[in-house]
């Protein structure tokens, strides 16, 4: 399936991008897509191994199930205010 | 109930104006500004980021949350974003309700709630010429359904 | 540090502006209001009458006291008096700190020890042509020095 | 000795009156003051007998000595804010 990943701020920059495109096998959960960018390497492998993550615009745990056209987000601690 | 954020300098009175009503004998206003220094290094500027789609719905719920301590929905939240200039406002809280214990508290809940669960982050521009993302919090999480 | 007293309508953001520094991240602002209603009874407007020269007095004690709490001086309190309408600002109380807790308390110490102390009493005219001084808060009293 | 004294609010509508000059004994006391004030009778006899007192502008206790030329006020409950 195919999942639209968002990356702010200090993960943007790991990145290189603030947007990507990922194709993940059916049954993966948030915890998937995160292993999948780490094992990308380069800036995403500095990744945390269990960084926030939204899925559709809501805090999600990591074991959330992912569907198809699902938008994740990977958040840094943030520093609103 | 008012909610949003802005590319735009935020005027304190406009906010304000926000809120209030002739039931009410307590109106609170919370500004956060720009600071000249942080930790003792002098600041030159910084930018926030925001994830908006998302920020406009997490600010939205926390204001619902406060509108059951405050007794009324007379909560106005604007908070800033793109590049600030020291002694800007970066968020601007306004809050109006019967009486002022209830308006203390709801304010201080959405400041408080605002900064770890908002979707929103800090690039911070020195005097030095160096730059970074400030060290965040992270949000509490949801807690999973189970199985 | 500012206090005064006033006959004139209490302009917020001018009040605002009496505080706030390059130093500082936290701005509160409190407004007290003439509400519509007391205890179910529509009131149709007030006079607050002042011991005025000790109430600037005991304000500027007050707000030394706030300043210590603050770790800032920069606060500002302007009451109002003579004859209110609905909605009016009776008290406005500004302050700013470098960090948001202390301006929280000092704040709603402000609020609090003025209801207290300031020498000032509050008439109101009723919507049914009634009229009366408003129960008051006797102030704690210094305590004798003794033989 | 002469000691002038402020009424506010409802003392001052009790009284008919936001000011008296009073001739006291040496050696009084603002308790003594409240005393004379009221055995005046009238509005004033409706006084609390231990109602707040503020001496030259500032709260003191009914055993305050007073002096010459001194500023006693009446307060009642106060009610600002």
Known sequence: MRIRLLLFALYRDLAGAGELELELPAGATAATLVDAVRRRGGGLGRLPETPVVAVNQEYAPLETPLREGDEVALLPPVAGG | ?147
Chains 1, 4 share one sequence.
């Open chain 2, 1 to 147: 109930m008012h909610v949003s954020l802005t590319q735009s300098p935020i005027d304190p009175s406009a906010v304000l104006e926000l809120v209030g009503s002739p039931a009410d004998g307590a109106v609170l206003l919370f500004l956060g500004t720009v600071r000249e220094q942080n930790q003792g290094q002098p600041v030159s500027g910084l930018r926030y980021e925001a994830y908006e789609k998302m920020a406009e719905d997490v600010l939205r719920a926390i204001v619902e949350e406060a509108a059951g301590k405050l007794g009324t929905r007379r909560i106005a939240v604007v908070h800033r974003t793109g590049e600030l200039a020291i002694g800007d406002v970066s968020v601007a809280i306004a809050v109006s309700s019967p009486h002022r214990a209830e308006a203390f508290d709801a304010c201080r809940y959405l400041i408080e709630e605002l900064k770890v669960r908002l979707p929103i982050w800090k690039h911070e521009q020195y005097v030095d010429g160096e730059a970074r993302w400030l060290e965040g919090k992270a949000p509490p999480m949801p807690q999973s359904a189970g199985p």
